[in-house]
């Protein structure tokens, strides 16, 4: 009874600091690289939608829009390029010239305010970042560009909850994985979790099952080995898989 009670304390807490954040944001439209309401609502809702993210990293320049088209060709709607794959900005616009409307395009490993300017002014629909970086969080919040932060403990996603993160990236992968996240996302329902490292082809779906909000399919999408010998097809079948075990699960119903 008492973790339920301050459980739900915290979300009214919490609630009120995310909502007048982001009301101040939608007023100030006069920011540099400002969105509109409406588009922070569309891609939060494409997330809920779509609920698994293909994150790219690759290490050649070359491979990078082979690999993410084979994913894309697979399936997948929501993708992410990240900053330390050569030339991830220029991939990143090509993409998202091509597929606007259609697939949502992001990106990854920003680092700085700097790196998440730069992206949005490249095309990027959503920011991620690898650890909980309270400036970036705080940049993205008042231009209504939906930041996933990564965190890996229950005091940092609150953290990044409250600084304005509407959803929160839990990285790197814990043990206990989907029954880690049913318990924190049990006691803290109002924070929209988004694991990537330790989501699997077979596992996504659990993931979601078990009260994540979305995953992120790193390295089990985008074998090594083939992307190395250029088996473009087998990326493919991958995203067919992991697409078909999320699909099982129905949209996420946000909070």
Known sequence: MALRLASTTLFRQSNKIAT???????TDSSLDRAKTPEDFERV????ANIRACAVLRTPTSDACPKAMQACIDGGFKIVEFTLT?????????DFRQKYDGDVMVGCGTIMNTDDAERAVDAGAEFIITPVMLPDVIE????????SVPGCQTPTELVSAYR???????????????PMWVKAVSSALPFLSINPTSGVTLENAGEYL???????????????PAAIA???????????????????????????
Request: glycine fraction near 10%; charge should be positive.
């Open 163 to 177: 600084a304005g993160a509407p959803l929160q990236k839990l990285f790197p992968g814990v043990t206990g994985g």
């Open 44 to 47: 939060l809702q494409t997330f």
């Open 139 to 146: 940049w993205c919040a008042a231009r209504n560009i939906v």
């Open 209 to 223: 099952s078990h009260g994540a909000a979305s995953v992120g399919l790193v390295a089990p999408l985008f074998d």
């Open 229 to 255: 010998s250029g088996d473009w097809d087998q990326i493919a079948k991958n995203a067919e898989k992991v697409m078909a075990n999320v699909k099982e699960v129905g949209p996420y119903v946000r909070k």
């Open 20 to 26: 007048r954040s982001l009301s101040t944001a939608a």
């Open 85 to 93: 794959t050569p030339n991830c900005l220029d991939h990143l616009s």
